[in-house]
């Protein structure tokens, strides 16, 4: 069992991808290669680092306060199923809103029979799933193209807009470079 994800990102707070203050986490490495992915830096499973989910909660614990949930993306966070579980089981003591984006469908998720995989599935509030298809973005909701779907398992008042919510992206500086979250 992995007791570690390959970190990319974490920043505190964010309110472009999901309800209220969030704290989003991105991992590195995705095997697809979706024309104009939002995050091509993050395909590189070099470009993170091998992070204890306890150095995790321990970092969210000292420097975030009254997080309302937590939003999970990448990279393709299911890479590491293990890692995945294991983090979505410490995060829930936190808030059980998590939301993660994946390029794997939901089908394709259950398909593979996993218990880490199952486990995350049963514990997240919202999956979006599959690849991005540029041609199919249609500027609307908190996800990325048409074609992936928002599959709601907790809080359903809370998303059951998801995918019509204004989109909106917070520019923030990190040393010499700006980054965008959210879905422009
Ligand atoms: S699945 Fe996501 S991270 Fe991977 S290439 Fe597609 S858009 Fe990029």
């Given at each position: 069992m992995s007791n570690t994800v390959n970190l990319a990102r974490l920043y505190y707070p964010v309110r472009t991808l999901g309800y209220g203050e969030r704290v989003g986490i991105w991992v590195a490495g995705c095997n697809r290669e979706c024309p104009y992915c939002i995050t091509p830096d993050l395909r590189d499973i070099g470009s993170g680092r091998e992070v204890d989910v306890?150095?995790?909660?321990?970092?969210?614990r000292k420097y975030c306060n009254n997080v309302d949930g937590f939003t999970i993306s990448g990279g393709e966070p299911f890479l590491n199923a293990a890692g995945l579980k294991r983090l979505v089981e410490a995060l829930s003591y936190v808030s059980e809103d998590i939301i993660i984006y994946s390029g794997y469908t939901h089908k394709e998720l259950v398909g593979m029979k996993?218990?880490?995989v199952d486990y995350v599935l049963d514990n997240i509030s919202v999956l979006v799933d599959g690849p991005y298809i540029h041609e199919l973005n249609d500027g609307k909701g908190l996800?990325?193209?048409s074609n992936q779907v928002v599959h709601?398992?907790?809080y359903e008042d809370r998303y059951k807009d998801f995918e019509h919510e204004k989109r909106?992206?917070?520019l923030v500086v990190e040393g010499d470079r700006v980054m965008t979250i959210g879905i422009p």
């Open positions: 306890e150095e995790i909660m321990e970092y969210i996993d218990d880490n996800r990325g193209s709601v398992f907790k909106s992206v917070q």
